[in-house]
């Protein structure tokens, strides 16, 4: 069986999770679901990055060790990952042993190789980012480029990584491998900065203890970034088992941390002897009125309560088809009330009611064998395995949002058949009863496959839909290629509405 392994970026718990969060992880479970779909073995992982100065000086202030001040957090990431139907696989926390083993370990292979040396480091630390930075690289105010906080000026006994020996081998890997870095605008970027110079990354730090010692030397503590990336194989190496996951296939990170995903870590990667990922995608911010959603700016969207308003679907399927991946979008909650009840109450609510119903009382809930029908009808089956077709094509290419627009292009054609045929005049007229049958017969098929294609977005909606057409609730991609394969006398359910549509308040 092929194999697909699929990452998120693990997350800081020093904050609570926001919609810009759950945007991430959800592109990701889609992708995911997708692959499974497809016959793949899919591995899918997200987890919590919980070392650091930072979540070390936040526990202090409120009495805590680190580990108490994150155990409930990350509990909430688990509920909410819950909440929005997040099929990972496994959940890394760094501050577990098994994760703490394979850092140590990879530290000492990069060091017997000869890539990690002492010095004596005099830098720029931004601790809410847990970067460095060269003078260079603040912005107008000498604060930190990506937070625009104040840094700190650090100067301390520490442990280096030689990044630079890397810049020549990297920037061939990249331009041998146009697919590595995703999109192009990302990898031109990154082209950029490892031509202007890579210098060597201090990796360990002295002046706090949360962290994973460096093996032989415990007064140092291994820098968050170096730790965290390495999660990526924590779950994978001493199990043989799970070997065959690596490479990933894709790392999905937020644009912003690109920078460390395509060339820290595989130069880490490389001095370790290992294979580089195959592709890191970077995906663009979640922003509102007032820019990126973060908590300093209190523009965050509280992801819970929003489940609880809307439910995940409707969340999930608002966040995968307004965004384009690797572009920012903006979230806004009237847009995401207007695609409730356009597409789903409407569109998608409606083609399942009224076509169940349909079944329901013309046909006592039984399906008859249909005939090749009228040109309409073969054209309309035609449309369906077009739309199967293009999904694929679209997936296989990571275009989530244009591959949703591909499905509710085909529910809208779905409606129009419906119009077009008008099976209540049909049922009235006992010489069109096969001109009945068929068209009831090429809805709910085209339902079934409505049904397999948009279970990677919205999953509780696409279990909805099975158990009221009364088929199979695992589904396969490959019988959504298909017309026909529901059998003549199936008996459907009772229609049930799917999206309740929601008032707009003046
Ligand atoms: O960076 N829209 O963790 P983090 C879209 N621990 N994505 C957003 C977003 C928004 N408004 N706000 C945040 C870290 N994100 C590190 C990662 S990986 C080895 C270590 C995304 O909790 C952001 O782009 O700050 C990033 O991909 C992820 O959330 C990280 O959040």
Avoid at 107 to 129: A, H, M, S, V, W
Avoid at 267 to 274: D, E, F, K, P, V
Wanted: aromatic share 10%.
């Amino acid at each position: 069986m092929k194999t697909f392994y699929i990452t998120t970026p693990i997350y800081y718990p020093s904050a609570n999770l926001h919609i810009g969060h759950a945007y991430c992880t959800t592109i990701a479970d889609a992708i995911a679901r997708y692959k499974r779909l497809a016959g793949y073995e899919v591995f899918f992982l997200t987890g919590s990055d919980e070392h650091g100065q930072k979540i070390q000086r936040t526990a202090q202030a409120e009495n805590k060790t680190p580990l108490e001040y994150v155990d409930p957090i990350v509990e909430n990431f688990k509920e909410l990952w819950k909440k929005f139907y997040i099929s990972n696989d496994d959940f890394i926390r760094t501050s577990e042993p098994r994760h703490e083993k394979v850092v140590q370990e990879i530290f000492k292979r990069i060091q017997d190789n000869g890539d990690i040396y002492k010095g004596e480091y005099t830098g720029l630390y931004c601790t809410p980012c847990e970067s460095y930075w060269t003078e260079l690289q603040l912005d107008e105010n000498g604060c930190c480029p990506d937070c625009h906080r104040p840094v700190e000026k650090v100067s301390e006994e520490a442990y280096f990584f030689k990044l630079s020996k890397y810049a020549d081998k990297l920037l061939q890997h990249i331009e041998e491998h146009p697919e590595f870095i995703v999109p192009t605008s990302r990898r031109n970027e990154m082209i950029n900065f490892i031509k202007s110079g890579l210098e060597d990354l201090c990796i360990s730090r002295t002046s706090f203890d949360w962290g994973i010692p460096v093996p032989g030397d415990e007064r140092h503590v291994i820098y968050v970034w170096f730790d965290a990336v390495i999660n990526y194989i924590t779950p994978l190496i001493h199990n043989p088992d799970m070997k065959k996951f690596w490479p990933a296939d894709i790392h999905l990170v937020g644009k912003e941390i690109v920078r460390f995903h395509t060339i820290i870590w595989p130069a880490m990667l490389m001095a370790a002897n290992l294979p580089l990922p195959k592709q890191i995608y970077g995906h663009g911010w979640l922003v509102t009125d007032s820019g990126k959603m973060s908590k300093s700016k209190g523009n965050v969207v509280d992801p819970v309560a929003l489940v609880e308003e809307f439910g995940a679907d409707a969340i999930r399927y608002f966040l995968l088809r307004e965004i384009t991946l690797g572009l920012d979008g903006n979230f806004n909650r009237d847009a995401l009330i207007q695609r409730i009840n356009s597409d789903l109450a409407n569109d998608l609510g409606n083609l399942l009611h009224r076509t169940l119903n349909m079944i329901g009382k013309f046909q006592k809930k039984i399906l008859i064998a249909s005939t090749e029908g009228t040109d309409l009808d073969k054209s309309f089956r035609l449309e369906a395995l077009d739309t199967a077709a293009e999904y694929r094509r679209l997936m296989d290419n990571v275009q989530l949002s244009d591959a949703v627009k591909v499905v509710w292009k085909f529910i809208g054609r779905a409606n129009k058949y419906i119009d077009e045929t008008t099976p209540w005049k049909l049922a009235k007229d006992e010489t069109k009863r096969q001109e009945l049958a068929n068209v009831l017969y090429n809805l709910a098929e085209s339902l079934r496959i409505v049904g397999i294609l948009i279970s990677p977005f919205m999953p509780a909606t696409a279990e909805k839909i099975f158990e009221q057409l009364k088929v199979s609730s695992e589904p396969k991609l490959d019988d959504a290629e298909v017309f026909g394969l529901l059998e003549a006398n199936h008996e459907v359910g009772k229609p049930e509405q799917l999206f309740p549509r929601i008032l707009i308040e003046d």
